[in-house]
C-alpha cells in the first residue's frame, strides 16, 4: 500500500523553530514536496527534494533521506502568519503519463504569540 | 498572471441537483488537475488532463462525476445527481510539462449537498 504519514497537529510560539516531519511508504518515489494551505485558501509549493540532503529557502527548509523514507521540513524565526497546513507529498509511480502524487493529511501548525 | 481560476467559490445545493464546477489553467499549462478536499481524506486526485485528453480517471469516485476539458483554457467537473457525501473542497490544479514542476491550484470551490 502507500502510506505517508505527518502529525495531525503541532503548537510553536513566535519567533521558534519547528520541524514537522513526514515519513512515508510508496510503491515509487521520485521526489518529494512540501505545500503550504492557510485556511480556506488553495495549497502553495514550498519545496521540493529529489536527492537526499538539506535544502534551504529562506526561513524555511526541508530534508530528505531517501532510505528512511523520511523528510522534515523546519521553519525558523516563526511568524504568525505562518499558522497553516502544510502538507507532504510523495512523487510515486506513472498513472499515464504523469507522476502521481500521494498527498498526506497535513500537519496543523499553530503559532501563538 | 492571474494563476488558475475556479467559479464559483461556494456552492450550496440539495441532494440530486447536478453541480457544475468551473476551472481556468494558468496559460500554457500543459496538465490539469482535479482534487477534491475533505478533512477524513485529504487531497485525492479525480482524474487529470494532459494538452486536454483525459488521462487518468482512475480516482473519480463513480458514474456520477464526469470532467470535460473543451480547450486548453476551459475545464468543468460536474457532479449529477449530487449527494450528501459530495461535499467537499474541490480544486483546480494546473502545471508545465516535463520535470518535476509543481501544480499550480485555484482557489477551490466548497461545495455544500444538503
Known amino acids: 500500500g502507500q502510506n505517508i504519514d505527518q502529525p495531525t497537529e503541532m503548537t510553536a510560539t513566535e519567533g521558534a523553530i519547528v520541524q514537522i516531519n513526514c515519513t512515508y511508504q510508496?510503491?515509487?518515489?521520485?521526489?518529494l514536496f512540501w505545500y503550504q494551505q492557510h485556511a480556506g485558501e488553495a495549497p502553495t509549493f514550498l519545496s521540493y527534494?529529489?536527492l537526499d540532503g538539506l535544502e534551504e529557502k529562506g526561513r524555511f527548509s526541508s530534508f530528505l533521506s531517501r532510505s528512511k523514507g523520511y523528510s522534515y521540513l523546519l521553519l525558523k524565526e516563526l511568524q504568525m502568519k505562518d499558522s497553516a497546513s502544510y502538507l507532504c507529498?510523495?512523487?510515486?509511480?506513472?498513472?499515464?503519463?504523469?507522476?502521481?502524487?500521494?498527498w498526506g493529511l497535513g500537519t496543523s501548525l499553530a503559532v501563538n504569540p | 498572471d492571474a494563476g488558475v481560476i475556479q467559479s464559483p467559490r461556494h456552492e450550496v445545493t440539495e441532494m440530486g441537483q447536478e453541480v457544475t464546477l468551473r476551472c481556468k489553467p494558468i496559460?500554457?499549462?500543459?496538465?490539469l488537475f482535479w482534487y477534491r478536499q475533505t478533512m477524513m481524506r485529504g487531497l485525492e486526485l479525480l482524474i487529470y488532463?494532459?494538452?486536454?485528453?483525459?488521462?487518468?480517471d482512475s480516482g473519480m469516485p463513480e458514474d456520477r462525476f464526469s470532467a470535460k476539458m473543451p480547450n486548453a483554457s476551459f475545464s468543468t467537473l460536474k457532479i449529477q445527481p449530487s449527494e450528501p457525501r459530495d461535499s467537499a473542497v474541490y480544486f483546480c490544479?494546473?502545471?508545465?510539462?516535463?520535470?518535476?514542476?509543481?501544480?499550480?491550484f485555484g482557489p477551490g470551490t466548497r461545495l455544500t449537498v444538503l
Open positions: 490544479a494546473s502545471r508545465v510539462a516535463g520535470g518535476p514542476n509543481e501544480q499550480f
Open positions: 496559460s500554457g499549462h500543459d496538465y
Open positions: 527534494n529529489v
Open positions: 510508496t510503491s515509487g518515489f521520485n521526489g
Open positions: 507529498a510523495v512523487r510515486g509511480t506513472y498513472a499515464g503519463n504523469n507522476r502521481k502524487l500521494i
Open positions: 488532463f494532459n494538452n486536454n485528453v483525459p488521462i487518468d
